[in-house]
C-alpha cells in the first residue's frame, strides 16, 4: 500500500524542509525539476515513490548537465544534481572529527573569522566538487585554526551555521495542515492565519469533538486553513473516504475565501461533497421555499431530456441555481448542527449567539480568537444568556526544548501569542416550571440559580 | 454504536449521559426510566429526561426553599468525559492530549498505540478520530476497570483493543491465549498491528521503545511521543531514542491555562473625590455643632477646654454614615450590579496545573526504499510520453 | 555584630515555619511561651540569639511541666518542650532507612491504611516519648507492611506526608516583606493584597528604581504590604538608617491603612520619619499658604515658651496642625517626586495622569494590578498624553521546581495570576518650535513622530 | 558621585545620560557642549540638552523633509541601561535580575557577591541597593572593559569593587597583587569580603561553590542564587549544594511577559450584512443593465444568448465599487482612526524570551551558635524581672 499521505506521490503538493530551517511548498510533475537555490536542484522522477518523510541529498558529478531556473532571481539557472537517500539521522560532532573542546571560550577573543583558512572561494571550489556536505564540513573544521579552543556548545553553534550554509539537504514530507501553518508563519504571514497556532488548532479539534461523521457550522477567516485542519481530522487525507462529514463554511464576503485548500492534496470533487459555503447574508436571510418556487419549476426527467439547443441549457443552468438555493435553505434552517467552530474578525456578540441558534443541544461551541479581549467580551454574553452553557477562556502554549543530551534547556526565544479559544456547550433552557402562584420569583431565581451553577 | 462516536438527537432509555451540576462535578448515568439522579439540592427521576434532546435543562423544585434546581443532560464526548473523571485520578488533561493528537497527524488513517491505558480518558479521544486503537495496561486490576469501562461505552465494537500487559518487559505483541479483548479465530495466532501512531505513558519508556519495531507499520513514517514527567526521563528517552534509529526528536512541554470571566467595578477619582469632600463636610458640621457645645461648657468651667478641644482639634473617626456613597462600601454589591459601572476583566484559575509532563516526539520510517506501486506508475506515464 | 535583621531578638516579630509548610507570625515577648498547636511550644527565651533562619526541634522529657493555651483552640493547653538546634539539612529517605523500593506500584492496589500496623494511638504514645521526630519515622516505616513495594516516588510523598503530620520541628525566620506577603496568601488574603506575587513586587522596585534616597509619590491599597516592600529595599530593616529616603503615600479614605507595617520591625520614629500620609483630597485641593497662615500664626520661640497653662498647650496643638498643614502642601505642591508606585483598585486613567503632574522628569511611573485589562485601558490613556513615554505591560511569573535530584521537574500546581505592570517614564514634551510659517503641519507631525518613535 | 545612585535634576556638561530614540534603540552620551548627537533624522547639539531638565524632549527639524524629530534624554538606570545594551550581549534580563534581589533580600545591609561580571548591567542593578558588591570577571578582555566602564559611571567610588579572576579554579579571596580595582593600603593583604549574598552566573557553579565559605558572612543567613541555562547544570549544582550544606534549596524559572497595547475594529455582523445586501442590490441593477443590453442584441443575433446569458446568471466578480463600506475595505485605515470603532486589545511580543536561565537559591548559616550580645540583652532583662 503506498497512499498519497504515506508516499511520494506524483502530482501532489509536498513541503520541502531545507538545512536553512525554512521551507517551500512544490507541486510534484512528472519530469519536472525543483530548484532550492543555495541547496541546489533536483528531478521531481527521481524522488517519486520515496516515504514521505524522506531525506535526500543533492550530489553532482561529470554527467550533471541539465539546469532550472531559480526560483527567487530569475536569470539565475541552477544546475539539477542528482540525489542520494539519507538515513536522516544527523551526524554528532564527535562521528564528523574527533575534536577536543574547551571548557570555555577564555582563550577566543574577538578573532572573527581570520581564522577560517579556507577562503569563501575555496569553499564554492570544493562545493563544485562532488563532495558530500558531511565531508565539506569536515574539511572546513580541519581548516579551522582555532576550532578546538571552542567550547562544546560554541562548536556545535558553529556546525550548525556551516549546515545551514553548505548542506545540500532537503526533506519531502507530507503537507499536512500544521505543515502549511508552519510554512505561512515562516513566510510572516502571520495575520493571514489569526496568529494561530498549533497547539491552539489541536485544541478547537478536540473541544470542538470534531469527529468524521459530523456536520459543522464554521467561519474561517484564515483563508481555509481552519477548514483544512478540520479536513484532515475528519478525513485524514483520504479522497476516497466513505465518511460523511460536512463542514459549512459561512462567509462575511460575497465569495468564500478558501485558497489555502489548493495546497491540500483534496480533489475538487471530494471538497464539493465535504465543504458547502454560504453567505452571512444568505444564511441569515435565506430564501423561502416558495421565493424559489415562484421562479423556477423544475420539470421532470423526461421533460427536460425533450428541450432543445440553447433552451436546454439555460435549464440546467437554472436546474443548478435551484439546487443551491434549496441547499442555502437546508444549511440555514433545517440542519441542527454537531458544532460551531469560528476564526473570524467579526464583532463576536454580535455573530456567535446567532449563529449558535443552529447548532443542536449538548453539541460544543469553539471561538478561536487573537485576541483574549474579544473573547472575554463575547464570554459575558453568552454567561448572561441560558443557551450556554459554562463558557471558558482558555490558553494553550507549546514551549520547545533543545534536545542535546547534557544541554537541555527550553529554547531562548519562540514565538509568542498563538490566540485564544473560548469553549461551551449548547443547551436547551427548561420552561420555566409553573406550580405554585409565586412563580415570578421563582422565575428570577431560575436565571440566578442557573449563573451560580455554571460558576462554581 | 458507541456513545462517544455517534450524534444523537434524543436521551433515550439505557444511553450512556452526562449530568452537568457544575463545572467541578459532572457525573456519569445510564438513563433507566426507573432510576433517579440524587443532589443535594433535590432528585432528578431520569423519565424526565428521557425523550428530551440531549443538551436540555432539568428543572425541579428544590424541597427546602422551594426554588428551582437545574442540572444539564449531555451526551458524552471524551473533553466531557475527562472532566467527569475525579481529580485525584492521575489522567492525560485536555491541552496535552489534541497537543499529541494534532502532533501525530491522528485522524481515520491512524492505528494507534496507547500504553498504558491508565483511566482511559486519552483512550477515548483516539478512540473518536483513528482507524484503530491498541491500548496497553500492565496494572491487572486497572486493565479490568478500562476492559469494562470501554465495553460500557461501546468502544469495544467499534475500535478499541485493550490487553493487559507490562510492555516493557513483554513488548507489544498480541498472542493467542494473551488477557486481551482481542477474539483470535481458530487460523489466527497474533494480532498484525502496524501502528503508525503511538503514545508512551510509562514510568520507563526507554524499555519499551526497543521492542516498538516489530509492531509499527513499515511502510510510512511512523509518530511517537512519550509522556514523562521527570527531566530525567527525558534525558534517558533521547539516549535510547538515537539508539533505535528514531529522528526528528523534539520536546516540548504544553501550557494550557483557564481563565474566569470577571468584572471589576470602575470608581473613578472625582467619585473618591467627592466621597471624602462629603466626609469633610459632615464632619467639619460636627465640629461646629460640639464646638457650639463646647462654648457652652467654658461658660460652666474652663478647665474642661483642654480635653474637649483636643478631641475637635485632632482627626477623629468619623461616626456618621456618610451619605455620599458611590462605590456602595459597607454594603455588599453583586459583581455586575447595574447601578455601578464595571469593567470587564480576566481572572486566571487560582491553582494553575504548571507541570504535566514533558512530550518527546520521535519519528521512524522502518522501510525506506521506493514504492513499486508508485514508481509504476511513474514509468507508465514516461512511456506514455515517449 | 547582632543585628535585629540577622539574629533573633527580643521583642521582634518573626515568622515561624512548621512542618506543615503553613507559617504563622509571632511577636517575641521575655518570658513569653509560643504554641504551636499538634507541632508543640516552645519558650521564646530559648530561641533568642540564635541566626534567624535556624531550625529547632521540641522535645519533651521529664522535666517538661509548663504548658501554654493553644493559640487555635481555647482552653486546649499545649505542654512547653525545650528545643535543641537542627542542622537545617533535612535527611533523606536512605539515611532514615536503608529500605528498598519498587520500580512501579503494581503489587500495591487499594489497600488503605490497613497496612500500617501501628494504631493512631501507639504514635500518640510513642509521640509523648522523648523521641526525636526522625526517630518516631523511622519506627513507623519499619511498621509498615508493604513500604518497600511502593516506588521511591511513592516513598519520597509517604514520608513527607508523615513528616508533615509528626515532625515537631520550626524555623524561626526574618519577617522580611516577601515572608509577611506569603503568609498572607497562606492565610488566603489574596484579593486583600490584590493578588500580588512576590515576583511582581521585585519587578515593581527594579522598574521604579527604588532606592535609600529617593522620594517616591505611592497609592497602596494593600494595608501596607507595597509600602513595606519598598521600606525593605530602601533601608534593609535598619531602623538606624541614615539614608534619608522618603514615601509619600496618598490614600482614599478619610484615614490611610497600613495595618501590616504593624508586623515590621520598624520603630514608630522610623516610619513618621520616612512616611508621609494625605488623602486624595488633601493632595489634589491642598490649602493654600495663605489660608492657613490666615489661621494661625507661629509664635516666636520665646513668646511661646511665656504662654502659660492651657492657652500654652493649645499653642503647640495649634502648631502641630500648622505643620502639618505646611508638610500637606510640601507633598501636594512642591516635591518633584523621584517615581510613582502604585497599587490602588481606583479607576487608573483618571488617577494616574494627576498623580503623574508632580513626578520629575525622566523618573520611571510603576502601576500594579491584578488585571490586565485595566492597566490596558490605562497604557492607551498614557499613550496618547505626551508626557509619558513608552508605556509597557508587563508580567513576570515564577515556576517552581521540584528540586529532588534524578526527579527533577516543574511544581504540578502552583498559584494562579500575581499581577500585572505598568511601566513608563515620565518625560517632558517639546515645546513647539516654531521657525517656520507652516507652525501648524509640524505641530501635527509632531504628535505623530513622537508616536511613531515611541512604537518601534 | 555616580550617576546611577544621585537624583539629577538638570542636564549638565559632562553626565553621563541616555538618549531615547525608540524602545529598541536607547544610546549613552557623555555631555560635552561642543558635541552633537547624530540620528538618521537629524543631528542634535548637547548645547540644546544642558540646562533642560532629565526627561526632556528636544525636537529638531528634519533635512529632509522640515518635519520634525524628537528624542528624550534620561538619566541612567539601572534597567534603561540593560534596554540600551546591544542585543546580542547576553545579559540577565530585568525579570531575572528583579527577582534574584528580591529573593536574596538585597539592600542597604547586603554585602554581595557576583560572579561573572558580564557585560555588568547586571552589577548596575546591584550597586543601586547594596551596601558593597564585589564582582569577578574570568575573561581579562571584558575585566578592562568593565573596570572602565564602573570608572565612568562613578560606581567604583561608591560601593562596586571588581576583581579579574577565575573563581572556579582560584577562589574569591581578593589579596596584594590580584588585578582588581582595590587599592590596599600598606598593612592591608587582602580584602575581608563578608558577602550575605551571591551571585553566580558562571558555566559551572559547582566549582565556585566549594570557594564560598571563605569570603561568607559567618554571622547570619547568607543566601546564593546560581543562574543556569541547562538542566544538568541544575543537577550538578543540587549535589555540591548539598554536599557543602547549603539548605532551603529552592530552583526556580522566571517568565517574563511585555505586552503591546492595540487595537481592534469593532465590526458588527449587521454592518457586515448591510455591505452584502449593499453588494447584492448593486448586482441585481448590473444585472438588470445587462439584460436590457442582452434583449438589444438578442434582437439582432438570437445565437448569442447563450454566453451573455451565462455570464448574468452566474455569479460576476463585483466590478462596481461598493459604497456602503463600513469597515474601510480596500483604504489603508490607521488604528484608532475615530471614524471607527474600536476594541482594545493586548498583543504579546512577536518573540519573547522563552527561558534565559534556571535559578537555584540555596542559604547557609556559617555559625550557629548564639549570639552573645543578644543573650546578654536577654539575661539582663530576666535578673532585672528578678
Redesign the interface.
Known amino acids: 500500500m503506498g497512499e498519497s499521505w504515506t508516499h511520494i506521490t506524483l502530482d501532489q503538493h509536498v513541503i520541502i524542509r531545507l538545512p536553512s530551517e525554512k521551507c517551500k511548498i512544490v507541486h510534484l510533475r512528472l519530469n519536472g525539476s525543483i530548484s532550492l537555490g543555495k541547496f541546489g536542484a533536483f528531478n521531481v522522477n527521481d524522488v517519486i515513490g520515496y516515504p514521505l518523510g524522506s531525506k535526500f541529498e543533492i550530489y553532482y558529478d561529470d554527467e550533471t548537465t541539465e539546469d532550472v531556473e531559480d526560483s527567487k532571481k530569475k536569470n539565475n539557472r541552477i544546475a539539477v544534481g542528482k540525489i542520494r537517500l539519507l538515513s536522516g539521522i544527523d551526524k554528532k560532532l564527535e562521528q564528523l572529527n574527533g575534536v577536543d573542546s574547551s571548557e570555555n571560550n577564555k582563550e577566543l577573543i574577538n578573532l572573527g573569522n581570520d581564522i577560517q583558512k579556507l577562503s569563501t572561494a575555496d569553499i564554492e571550489a570544493l562545493k563544485k566538487q562532488s563532495v558530500s556536505s558531511d565531508e565539506l564540513i569536515a574539511k572546513i573544521i580541519e581548516s579551522h585554526g582555532s576550532f578546538k579552543k571552542k567550547t562544546a556548545f560554541s562548536q556545535e553553534k558553529y556546525l550548525k551555521r556551516k549546515k545551514q550554509k553548505f548542506a545540500k539537504e532537503f526533506t519531502v514530507d507530507y503537507l499536512s495542515s500544521a505543515s502549511l501553518l508552519d510554512y505561512l508563519i515562516d513566510k510572516g504571514d502571520i495575520q493571514r492565519v489569526m496568529d494561530m497556532s498549533e497547539e491552539s488548532m489541536g485544541l478547537l479539534l478536540n473541544l470542538g469533538n470534531i469527529r468524521p461523521n459530523g456536520t459543522y457550522l464554521c467561519m474561517d477567516e484564515t483563508g481555509g486553513l481552519l477548514a483544512y485542519f478540520m479536513l484532515e481530522r475528519m478525513f485524514g487525507g483520504d479522497n476516497d473516504s466513505k465518511h460523511t462529514g460536512k463542514i459549512v463554511i459561512v462567509h462575511e464576503n460575497e465569495h468564500v475565501n478558501l485558497d489555502l485548500l489548493k495546497f491540500s492534496n483534496y480533489s475538487e470533487e471530494f471538497i464539493k461533497r465535504h465543504i458547502v459555503t454560504i453567505s452571512l447574508l444568505d444564511f441569515f436571510e435565506a430564501p423561502t421555499l416558495h421565493e424559489i418556487n415562484s421562479n423556477f419549476t423544475p420539470l421532470s426527467k423526461e421533460e427536460a431530456f425533450d428541450l432543445k439547443g440553447g433552451k436546454k441549457n439555460t435549464y440546467y443552468r437554472k436546474l443548478k441555481w435551484y439546487k443551491i438555493q434549496l441547499e442555502i435553505i437546508k444549511c440555514a434552517t433545517e440542519i441542527e448542527y454537531d458544532g460551531l467552530v469560528t476564526a473570524t474578525t467579526l464583532n463576536l456578540p454580535s455573530v456567535v449567539p446567532k449563529l449558535s441558534e443552529r447548532v443542536h443541544g449538548s453539541r460544543p461551541i469553539v471561538c478561536f480568537s487573537q485576541f483574549k479581549e474579544t473573547l472575554l467580551e463575547l464570554s459575558h454574553v453568552l454567561y448572561d444568556d441560558l443557551r450556554f452553557l459554562a463558557p471558558s477562556i482558555l490558553e494553550t502554549r507549546c514551549r520547545p526544548y533543545q534536545t542535546v543530551r547534557g544541554k537541555l534547556h527550553p529554547l531562548m526565544t519562540m514565538r509568542g501569542g498563538g490566540g485564544y479559544l473560548l469553549w461551551c456547550h449548547r443547551v436547551i433552557p427548561a420552561p420555566e416550571p409553573i406550580e405554585e402562584p409565586e412563580g415570578e420569583t421563582a422565575a428570577a431565581s431560575q436565571t440566578e440559580n442557573a449563573k451560580k451553577a455554571r460558576i462554581e | 454504536m458507541s456513545y462517544f462516536?455517534?450524534?444523537k438527537?434524543v436521551i433515550q432509555e439505557g444511553d450512556l449521559a452526562l449530568i452537568?451540576?457544575?463545572?467541578?462535578?459532572i457525573k456519569p448515568i445510564t438513563i433507566d426510566v426507573t432510576a433517579t439522579f440524587n443532589t443535594r439540592y433535590g432528585s432528578f427521576p431520569h423519565k424526565d429526561m428521557i425523550g428530551?434532546?440531549?443538551?436540555?435543562?432539568?428543572?425541579?423544585?428544590t424541597k427546602t426553599n422551594?426554588?428551582?434546581?437545574?442540572i444539564?443532560?449531555?451526551?458524552p464526548?471524551?473533553?466531557l468525559w475527562t472532566l467527569s473523571l475525579p481529580h485525584r485520578t492521575q489522567i492525560v488533561y485536555?491541552?496535552d492530549?489534541?497537543?499529541i493528537?494534532?502532533?501525530l497527524?491522528?485522524?481515520?488513517?491512524?492505528t494507534v498505540i496507547e500504553a498504558g491505558t491508565g483511566s482511559g480518558s486519552f483512550s477515548h479521544?483516539f478512540a473518536?478520530?483513528v482507524k484503530q486503537l491498541y491500548t496497553f495496561e500492565?496494572?491487572p486490576?486497572r486493565y479490568e476497570q478500562a476492559l469494562k469501562e470501554f465495553k460500557d461505552h461501546g468502544l469495544l465494537e467499534e475500535n478499541v483493543i485493550i490487553t493487559q500487559r507490562d510492555v516493557c518487559a513483554n513488548g507489544f505483541t498480541i498472542k493467542k491465549g494473551d488477557l486481551t479483548s482481542v477474539t483470535f479465530s481458530d487460523t489466527e495466532e497474533s494480532v498484525d498491528i502496524g501502528a503508525n501512531a503511538i503514545f508512551l505513558d510509562l514510568?520507563?519508556p526507554w524499555d519499551a521503545i526497543p521492542h516498538l519495531d516489530e509492531v509499527i507499520s513499515h511502510?510510512?513514517?511512523v509518530g511517537l511521543c512519550c509522556f514523562s514527567?521527570?527531566?530525567?526521563q527525558?534525558?534517558k528517552t533521547?539516549?535510547v531514542l538515537?539508539k533505535f534509529?528514531w529522528?526528528?526528536?523534539?520536546?516540548?512541554?504544553?501550557?494550557?491555562?483557564?481563565?474566569?470571566?470577571r468584572?471589576?467595578?470602575?470608581?473613578?477619582?472625582?467619585d473618591?473625590?467627592e466621597?471624602?469632600?462629603d466626609?469633610?463636610k459632615r464632619k467639619l458640621e460636627g465640629v461646629e455643632r460640639r464646638k457650639r457645645q463646647l462654648e457652652n461648657l467654658e461658660n460652666d468651667d474652663?478647665?474642661i477646654?483642654?480635653e474637649e478641644?483636643?478631641k475637635i482639634?485632632?482627626?477623629q473617626?468619623?461616626t456618621e454614615k456618610t451619605k455620599y456613597n458611590p462605590f456602595g462600601k459597607g454594603s455588599r454589591i453583586r459583581e455586575g450590579d447595574s447601578n455601578y459601572e464595571w469593567?470587564?476583566?480576566?481572572?486566571?484559575?487560582?491553582?494553575?496545573?504548571?507541570?504535566?509532563s514533558?512530550l518527546?516526539f520521535a519519528?521512524k520510517?522502518m522501510?525506506?526504499?521506493?514504492?513499486?506501486?508508485?514508481?509504476g506508475?511513474?514509468l507508465a506515464?514516461?512511456s506514455k510520453?515517449k
Request: glycine letters at 4%.
Open positions: 462516536t455517534e450524534y438527537d452537568w451540576i457544575s463545572r467541578d462535578n428530551k434532546k440531549y443538551g436540555s435543562q432539568i428543572a425541579i423544585r422551594k426554588k428551582f434546581a437545574f444539564h443532560v449531555l451526551q464526548t471524551p473533553e485536555t491541552p492530549s489534541s497537543y493528537m494534532q502532533r497527524n491522528c485522524g481515520p488513517s491512524s479521544a473518536r478520530s500492565f496494572h486490576v514510568p520507563s511502510n510510512e513514517k514527567p521527570c527531566i530525567e527525558v534525558d533521547l539516549e538515537e534509529g529522528t526528528n526528536v523534539e520536546m516540548v512541554e504544553i501550557q494550557g491555562k483557564q481563565y474566569e470571566s468584572r471589576q467595578m470602575v470608581r473613578t477619582l472625582d473618591a473625590m466621597r471624602l469632600k466626609i469633610k474652663g478647665n477646654e483642654d478641644e483636643k482639634l485632632e482627626p473617626p468619623l469593567k470587564q476583566v480576566t481572572k486566571m484559575e487560582t491553582e494553575v496545573k504548571s507541570h504535566t514533558y518527546t519519528f520510517t522501510n525506506k526504499t521506493r514504492n513499486e506501486e508508485k514508481v506508475i511513474l506515464s514516461l510520453k
